[in-house]
């Protein structure tokens, strides 16, 4: 497994790693413990040791997950983890729960996640959402002053825009952003790789594989209970899917997508959110040499990803998290829509 060290900071993580999330809700049912369990331990075997949750995932029980999981493993593996939302309503899913970045609500969130990670120090804390109502250099200003009480270690941000990222930056350095990135959603390349690289912070993506399209393993026929919120999202509605099917069609090696997710270790699309990171690669998802030539036999379908059928053009700043709950006969900005973190 190859490592990389994620912007400027000395934090190594692998080049592939492990998004939690959909073991305990999103994609289903949650999934049985001791099987997520084992699932996590099997990827600390397989040489990964970046794995991504968050306290709004499934209301802190992936955090404890993950936290008990990873006890064995402490001080051999990095943990990423999110705040930003209010989960003190009953309906703490994300996008119906609602964005709170208030400085003492973020150090309320991170004494829980602290307890429920099992860890005295966050590896990587990113705010999950930006919120609109409190100045992110408030955000940046509360999470440094956990950096400075030893309580977090380094900093990041998720689906902020470029001027959020700058105005951030000066008041507290940003190891990592985490935005959507792959074949059918490359409006990062835009404003956010460019600044990335201008201020060498690192870039963790998530949704490679398209909440398991671009497996080829889903067609128009694909059905996906209410517990899978893959029925709510415009992307996988019958219509996109039988639409955007050209993007997998238009691949001349139709096996490139399966050496794809085999270079990613994902044979289960329920957990193939695989988040990559690392400054070297423009890209952000190219890990490993076996994709490469996977990548390059799919330039007509990166080509096509810039304008899906399906997709909606959000705005240039941050992206909002309601873009990912409209109804499905919305159009929406996050990709024609995004997917577990393999690192959301």
Avoid at 126 to 135: A, E, I, L, S
Avoid at 146 to 153: D, S, T
């Amino acid at each position: 497994m190859q490592k990389r060290k994620l912007g400027k900071s000395n934090l190594e993580v692998s080049a592939i790693g492990l998004g939690c999330m959909g073991m305990s809700f999103s994609y289903g049912p949650p999934k049985d413990k001791k099987e997520m369990t084992d699932l996590l331990h099997a990827a600390v075997d397989r040489g990964i040791t970046f794995f991504d949750t968050a306290e709004v995932y499934c209301a802190f029980t992936n955090e404890e997950l993950v936290g008990e999981a990873l006890a064995p493993y402490r001080g051999k593996v990095v943990i990423a983890t999110k705040f930003g939302f209010d989960l003190s309503g009953s309906d703490n899913r994300p996008g119906a729960a609602g964005l709170n970045s208030r400085p003492e609500h973020i150090k309320q969130a991170v004494e829980g996640s602290l307890k429920r990670l099992k860890v005295d120090s966050i590896d990587l804390l990113y705010q999950h959402r930006v919120d609109p109502n409190v100045p992110i250099e408030d955000v940046a200003g509360a999470v440094k002053e956990l950096i400075l009480a030893g309580k977090v270690k380094q900093f990041g941000l998720s689906e902020a825009g470029a001027q959020t990222i700058r105005r951030a930056q000066a008041v507290q350095p940003l190891t990592a952003i985490q935005n959507e990135y792959s074949l059918w959603w490359r409006r990062p390349e835009e404003t956010v790789f460019p600044t990335l690289e201008e201020l060498g912070i690192g870039l963790v993506a998530y949704s490679p594989l398209g909440k398991g399209f671009l497996t080829g393993k889903i067609d128009e026929n694909a059905k996906f209970d209410s517990s899978d919120f893959r029925s709510t999202l415009p992307r996988f509605t019958p219509e996109a899917l039988k639409t955007n099917q050209a993007l997998i069609d238009s691949c001349s090696d139709r096996a490139c997508l399966g050496a794809r997710a085999k270079a990613l270790d994902c044979p289960d699309t329920r957990h193939d959110e695989a988040k990559s990171s690392g400054r070297e690669h423009r890209c952000g998802v190219d890990p490993t040499d076996a994709r490469r030539p996977a990548r390059d036999r799919c330039r007509r379908i990166e080509d096509q990803g810039r304008r899906s059928p399906v997709s909606g053009a959000p705005g240039k700043n941050d992206r909002p998290v309601s873009d990912r709950h409209r109804s499905s006969s919305q159009t929406i900005s996050r990709a024609t829509e995004m997917d577990v973190n393999v690192p959301a």
